[in-house]
């Protein structure tokens, strides 16, 4: 595969748009969308996500996500097999018959995705057709959707982005004239989810909603009225979505840390005419909380040097999180994807003495994490190993989107994370 690195800078006159932006493009070490089944599955109680793909893709998610052994699993793998690719079936033919057994069997599934990947990618099998064929048949009973999580030019992050997306269009319109309402994007565990919401509340934001809902049946309804927060960075085709029906992003920091909670919350308060005092008041427990717990970690990560390399998309705000609050010092901040105005505000605050890149070149930024010797290296799993070998210390970025990360309460264990691996390379120093 050819390589090249550009360095660039961008188009919109702000000062981080002038921020120059390394672009890498060559070989890429990173799971692919099917990824994001493991916490999509958990937190849409009602859906069920089929794949259309290869074993390649059964695999990974059965050892992703574990072989569940006494609940009924809510996501499977029709496996393609050499006839499908070669052309010799009718692969809809084939897919109806999968999903007419599939429903027959399982009445608790309301939302059924079919999930592309790289093989039905390949041979083009076309899902969306499949996904409006099936729902003419399912439907009231069973909602069909479709989108992709394959592999080819992804990051695993994407796979939520392209299943959220798919949603928007089934949400209900809400009247040009309902009063204004709020939408959290992204998925979030439900204790986390339950903790903001339990924050608007005391604001006195009451009409608040969740993409996913909890039961991808009890879709929050949006309008030109419905103003919406991202809780994750890699959500750009949900946020176009959101905005062709009407909603506007409400701009912040993305709820990470004490500071980065703050800002998140504040862009909804003013919104929505919150009182500043009142604010303060209802934030203020919570951030202290936060802002304690981080410290417990400060004297372990102050000064240290972290390098990202390109992985789940959250490395612009963590790097944020970890200079501005625990004076880390970000050397290399490598995302596959970076959105320039959705991370403007993250981008301002991560110090200009750090290398932005884009896109990856494994190989060149293995050599640059060599040459650069950081403290801390936060990478794939495939990279951590080797990495580690070479008395580098690493942290696996997966763990980042598996554990509960944002808000104030989550916000030590978020510090924690960092500190483990260095703590860990301590005392086998010792
Ligand atoms: S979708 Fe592509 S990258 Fe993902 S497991 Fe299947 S074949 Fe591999």
Known sequence: MSAASTLTGCATPSETAQRPVLRERGQREVFCGLTGIVWLHRKMQDAFFLVVGSRTCAHLLQSAAGVMIFAEPRFATAIMEERDLAGMVDCQDELDRVVGRLLERRPDIKTLFLVGSCPSEVIKLDLAKAAERLGAQHMPAVRILNYSGSGIETTFTQGEDACLAALVPEMPAASPDAPQDLLIVGSLPDIVEDQFLRLFAQL?????????????????????????????PFLAETAMALETRGAQRLDALFPFGAEGTTSWLKAAADAFDVDEMHFNRVIAPGRERAKRAISHAKAQLEGKRISFLPDSQLEVPLARFLATELDMVPVEVGTPYLHRSHCAQELDLIPPSARISEGQDVERQLDRVRADKPDLTVCGLGLANPLESEGLSTKWAIELVFSPIHGFDQAGDLAELFARPLRRRDVLEV
Not at 204 to 231: F, K, M
């Open 204 to 232: 006195g934001i009451e009409r608040v909603g969740c993409l996913p809902a909890r039961n991808a049946r009890d879709l929050p309804s949006i309008g030109p009225n419905t103003r919406y927060l991202l809780a994750q």
